[in-house]
């Protein structure tokens, strides 16, 4: 689905754009140029992890491009009687866009944009391959779920890229509080009670039964629980930050392809790739999490190795740029929190 309808003379002067030798795009940038990227974390301090991402984004008065904001909280599941837990923690993602991002869409066709948007990013980010292993609480009682609600602002093209993008850094930012298992005992009581060193009876003294309520957990004999050493905003990294996946939109106007397409660049492309890759931190091995095309169009398998390898050097610049990016936002961080 295109965010905006252009006419027919404007599709093929922006494919014509594409074709020549040399390439030209309206804004002046090569093919695989980004637009301007701007990041910043911790945005929402009653989040446990947080980001605000756009592209394209006018630094002088903030105005245009892409914009997406992205949230993380972790909340207690009960795992056993049913409670909807699981062994481990899971994970839940949903993409919510503002009405603002897209007035030229009826309630439904944003209704199904939004499930679109969710369903590519929770197939992917919910694999079992990236789940994080400090989500677990209690072995068979307690897990945490984490929800990562992302809120589109504007669309100003290349929404997927940004979705990813920002998702990646919210769950880089997000921090799991540490638990520590508790264990409750019942103490000991004797049956009957003892009045002037003798054992008291129904005809020493009046003595109205006591009440058992449901609701007593003093009843209880043994009982496990947790409790959390840390604050609420305190705590460890969510495991396995580094191998979130970022997304890579490869824009198909055949012979040739482009990143980051603007609204108008979209609705003149036939054909796009989404390719989801992640990448292991200590020995830089990658591989594709997912994929998605939109569109119209066919490649062969030869064109598609061809696209694979070109999208795994642009996801590997993007992976590179986006962690330096937010080591710079910790070290802000630590440097705020340190003033006097």
């Avoid at 970022?246 to 482009?258: D, G």
Wanted: charged share 20%; hydrophobic share 35%.
């Amino acid at each position: 689905m295109t965010s905006t309808s252009i006419s027919k003379a404007e599709k093929s002067y922006i494919q014509a754009g594409f074709l020549a030798n040399p390439p030209s795009r309206a804004d002046g940038r090569s093919l695989q140029d980004f637009r301007t990227i701007a990041l910043e974390t911790g945005i929402a301090p009653l989040a446990n992890g947080s980001a605000r991402f756009s592209i394209g984004r006018n630094p002088h008065d903030g105005s245009g491009g892409t914009e997406v904001l992205a949230a993380t909280k972790l909340e207690v599941e009960t795992i056993e009687q049913g409670g909807g837990g699981v062994e481990g923690g899971r994970m839940a993602c949903s993409v919510t866009c503002s009405p603002a991002a897209y007035p030229h869409l009826s309630s439904s066709a944003l209704d199904d944009l939004q499930y679109d948007m969710t369903t590519i990013l929770n197939e992917t980010l919910t694999h079992p391959s990236l789940h994080p292993k400090n989500l677990g609480i209690l072995r068979g009682k307690k897990s945490w779920l984490l929800n990562l609600d992302l809120v589109v602002l504007v669309d100003s093209g290349n929404i997927y890229d940004a979705i990813f993008m920002a998702a990646r850094a919210a769950l880089w930012d997000t921090k799991v509080p540490r638990t520590r298992s508790v264990e409750y005992k019942a103490r000991k009581t004797s049956s009957s009670a003892v009045v002037g060193g003798k054992t008291g009876g129904a005809g020493d003294m009046d003595v109205d039964e006591e009440v058992v309520s449901g609701f007593d957990t003093r009843q209880i004999q043994h009982a496990t629980d947790f409790e959390l050493p840390d604050y609420w905003d305190e705590g460890e990294t969510l495991d396995g930050r580094q191998n979130w996946p970022v997304c890579i939109t490869l824009n198909l106007v055949h012979p040739t392809h482009f990143l980051d397409a603007t609204l108008a660049e979209e609705a003149a492309t036939p054909l796009r790739l989404l390719l989801m890759f992640a990448f292991d931190s200590s020995s830089q091995a990658a591989w594709i999490q997912g994929s998605r095309t939109l569109g119209n169009g066919e490649l062969t398998s030869t064109q598609l190795a061809e696209l694979l390898n070109s999208a795994q050097k642009y996801a590997r610049d993007v992976w590179h740029s986006l962690n330096t990016k937010l080591k710079e936002e910790n070290v802000s961080k630590v440097k705020e929190r340190t003033k006097f």
